[in-house]
């Protein structure tokens, strides 16, 4: 049996802790097939983004178009979306699929992502169609304290500095969910729980001189929900 698709729309981590590489990592680990769209190049390590190149709407939109087109994603996820007229693009394209959006405006280490002009898209036009939206706490006053389908995002309870990749992993565990069929609330709780298990995996890891990344090594025990 064919696994579902699960798209990710979202920038590179060159470190290789966030972004497009958590969220295939995350897929592959809880069994959907993960596709992407690149809409921006980081250069960026474990202590903070360096520089980010926005790939042009038009490149984007063919990279959406392309999957949409051939895969038929049951859920897509956002990311870094880079632009105001990426995140308009991705709302018009994207409304009637399960819509996870993370909307990376600020860092965990409290760098500012996104402009004012892609925080107010966002407000604006992406999450009044998204099937929920997972902001940090940050994040979360930046738009405004949105109400409806919101999970706010605070990294779990377990003690370490090795949280980069974390609102991600999060986000993308509870698409992955959520494509197999899960209820929100079952697909949160179960986002929840890997994102605590790879956490406790990586707490102690000693990769990098800033913020380390979670872990995205996962082998399923047998008879483990996915």
Partial sequence: MSPPVVLTIAGTDSSGGA?????????AAL???????VTAVTAQDTTGVRAIHPVPVAVVAAQLDAVLEDLAPVAVKT????TPEVVRLVAER???RLLVVDPVIV????????????????????????????PNEEEFEALGRPGGRVLVTRGGDI??????????????????????GADLATA???????????????????????????????????????
């Fill in 19 to 27: 972004g497009i590489a958590a969220d295939l990592a995350t897929f």
């Fill in 31 to 37: 069994g959907v097939h993960g596709a992407c769209v």
């Fill in 79 to 82: 990311g870094m979306l880079a």
């Fill in 94 to 96: 994207c409304a009637d």
């Fill in 107 to 134: 860092a965990t280490s409290g760098a500012v992502l996104a402009p004012a002009e892609v925080v107010a898209a966002y407000r604006d036009v992406l999450l009044p169609v998204a099937t929920v939206a997972t």
């Fill in 159 to 180: 003690a370490t500095t090795n949280d980069h990749g974390t609102g991600c992993t999060h986000s993308a565990a509870l698409a992955a969910h959520l494509a197999h």
């Fill in 188 to 226: 949160a709780a179960r986002a929840d729980a890997f994102v605590a298990r790879q956490l406790q995996l990586s707490k102690d890891w000693t990769l990098g001189r800033g913020r380390g990344p979670v872990a995205h090594l996962h082998t399923p025990t047998e008879g483990e929900p996915r």
